[in-house]
């Protein structure tokens, strides 16, 4: 009759430590990525918010009458300011 080696032993310990510890460490480093990930998504969320505001603004025309009613609204309120006159050329 041979007898079984032992299933756990000092030969099997430390492959098996090798391997816990190797997949702590992908654990670890995906969870560290994911929130990386996680940040740079919302700051691309937050820049693409901004540059549909930039391009409503921008696709918003105002004709002369209404510079010209800003340019008088912003001159009463401002008296220091130098506003130079709307023109009317294009």
Known sequence: MTTKPP?????TLIPLGAAV???VLVF????????RFRVMEDLLEGLDRRMERVEIAASQRWTR???A????????ENP????PAV???P
């Not at 670890?28 to 929130?35: C, D, H, K, V």
């Open 69 to 76: 009613i800003w340019a008088a609204t912003l001159a009463r």
């Open 28 to 35: 670890s480093g995906y969870t560290w990525m994911e929130g």
């Open 80 to 83: 220091t300011l130098k506003i």
């Open 87 to 89: 023109d009317r050329t």
């Open 65 to 67: 009458s209404e510079h």
């Open 21 to 23: 510890a190797a997949l």
């Open 7 to 11: 299933v756990l032993d000092r030969q």
